[in-house]
C-alpha cells in the first residue's frame, strides 16, 4: 500500500511509495497527478502516476492527506477588515503569534484567537475555535500622534513583534514615556480605557508624553527671553509685569 506523499504546499513534485522491485518504501518521481474527487492539489486527495527513481519502474498511486476543517477567520489589513473561511489541519493547533498561509499564498499572523463562546486563548485546535483574527506578517512601523499641549506632531514607531496596545498603556519612544490616549483600529478610533489591540491591527497611535508638569504648560511654553518694548527694558520701577504700574500723581 502506497505511504502518503511529500506534496509541497502548490505541487506535488515526489512520494515516497512501497516498490514491489525494491522490496521496500523508495522516493519515485512524480510525472503527472491531479486533484482526486473530494479533494484539492496539496490538500485532501491526490492521484497521479510516479516512476522509481531506484528501478524506474512506473506505477500509479494514491495520496489522502490529512481531514481538514473550515475555519471562520477575519483578516485584518489597517483600517480595513474582511471575513473568510480557510479549511485548516483539524489535527494542528493554532496559535497566537504564529504565521499562517491563505489559500492564495500570502503570509498572515495570527494575532487573536476567539472560542465559540467569545472567551480569547492563546491557541486551539481548529473545532475549538470560533474565529480567528490576523494580520499580515509584514514588519512595519506605525504612524504615532504625540499631543504636546496645543500641537501635534506626527512620528513612527516600530513596535516589537507580538506587541499588544492598549488605550491607557504606554511605551517607550525616542527616550520618552508615552502614554496612548486612543488607538485606531478596524475602521474605527476607540478611546475607552482598557480597549486593546495587537499592533498589525492598529492604523495609527494617539499618545501623550507621561511627563510632570502635565502636558501643555511649561515643558512647551517658550520663555519671553527679551522685554516687549525698548521702555519696559529701561523702566527702573519695581513692579510685577502683572502690576498696573507705578501710581503718580495727576497734574
Partial sequence: MPKPPRPSTSAIHAVTLF???CAGPTEHRVLRWSPA?????GAGRAEGLARCRVCHLTRPFLWEGPARRDVAVVLSDGGRSRPERWPLP????IAVGEERPSPDGSAWRVVRIDRSDGTRVSSARPEETGTV??????????????LEGRRTRSVRWTPPDGTELAVGGSFELDGDTLRIVGLRARGATWKVPGDRFAAPEVARIYARR?????EGSRGWS??????SSFASALSRSARSRSSPGPRRKRA
Fill in 19 to 21: 516498490c514491489e522491485t
Fill in 37 to 41: 474527487k473530494g479533494g484539492s492539489a
Fill in 90 to 93: 483539524a489535527s494542528e493547533r
Fill in 133 to 146: 483574527w490576523l494580520a499580515p506578517a509584514r514588519a512595519g512601523t506605525l504612524p504615532v500622534s504625540v
Fill in 210 to 214: 507621561n511627563v510632570r508638569p502635565p
Fill in 222 to 227: 517658550r520663555a519671553r527671553e527679551s522685554p
